[in-house]
């Protein structure tokens, strides 16, 4: 749904993609950095775009590192600290079960340190493998952590056999690092199926709660924010579920070839090179379907 009301940020570029929303949300990995770098030209552009008033929402379906340690690299990378915000798959995880579960509920939480701090924040009781006892948990949150051991996974399946409230945080198979793809929380959560028929809420990409957290600190419309991603299953998918406008910026997983035969529901308003393209006029829409 394109955005067609008036241009509004008079301090940007006339008639660039820029002027035409009042929020952005943005991907990270291949959009403003590549692993420890800087995509070129990405941080000026959002300097400036924060600068002109154009609110922005980093999002990440990064379970494992709280928002703090995310924030921290954009400003190395020379973001300046400002009105600017990172929300993580695994907050989206604890407003979902905040809006279900008593204050203060016990919530078994596997994975990554960002797991606990997310669940905490909200309110609940995040409780590791190591201090489950007598009490009952009200609900699981499965991210992806560095030592998530089979004994958290089997306890995992456990609770899900039970009827117990099994989120995960997002289906990834596999995440990049220096040494290759490594797996990923999806494939985790593929274990776990393997031995329950109970499936996990997701409130990672490609669903639509982590977009609807991100559009809430953002406090803008639908049809005022713009998600810009570079991968067509999590970021465009995920936008397109949520009813947002898409922009897919060709710096990172995505290429031509894959968005020639993409999906309807994977298939972005807008197509770009990179980031800097938000202060061109003329934007490119994406080719037909091959």
Request: with cysteine.
């Amino acid at each position: 749904m394109t955005s067609t009301s008036p241009e509004r940020h008079t301090d940007l570029p006339i008639g660039s993609l820029a002027t035409r929303y009042r929020g952005v949300i943005c991907d990270l990995d291949g959009v403003v950095y590549r692993g420890p770098e800087a995509v070129p030209g990405a941080i000026a552009t959002l300097d400036v775009l924060a600068a002109a008033g154009v609110g922005i929402a980093f999002a990440t379906n990064n379970a494992s590192r709280p928002p703090e340690d995310v924030t921290a690299h954009l400003v190395d990378l020379g973001l300046p600290p400002g009105e600017w915000s990172v929300v993580t798959s695994s907050e989206a995880a604890g407003a979902h079960l905040a809006a279900l579960l008593s204050p203060g509920a016990r919530v078994l939480a596997v994975g990554g340190p960002g797991v606990s701090a997310a669940l905490r924040a909200t309110g609940l009781t995040p409780v590791r493998l190591a201090d489950l006892d007598e009490r009952p948990v009200q609900a699981v949150v499965q991210g992806l952590g560095v030592d998530v051991c089979w004994r958290e996974l089997d306890e995992i399946a456990h609770q899900a056999r039970q009827g117990v409230p099994w989120v995960a945080t997002n289906l990834d198979l596999s995440l990049p690092t220096a040494r290759g793809s490594a797996p990923g929380n999806g494939a985790l959560v593929r274990v776990v199926r393997a031995a329950t028929t109970a499936e996990p809420h997701v409130t990672g990409k490609p669903g639509s709660d982590l977009f609807d957290l991100a559009r809430t600190r953002l406090g803008t419309r639908a049809q005022d924010t713009l998600v810009i991603g570079d991968r067509l299953d999590t970021d465009i998918a995920g936008a397109n579920a949520a009813g947002l406008d898409s922009l897919l910026v060709l710096s990172g997983a995505a290429t031509l070839e894959d968005l020639s035969s993409a999906q309807e529901h994977e298939r972005p308003t807008y197509l770009a090179d990179d980031l800097t393209a938000l202060f061109a006029a003329g934007l490119r829409t994406p080719p037909p379907r091959g």
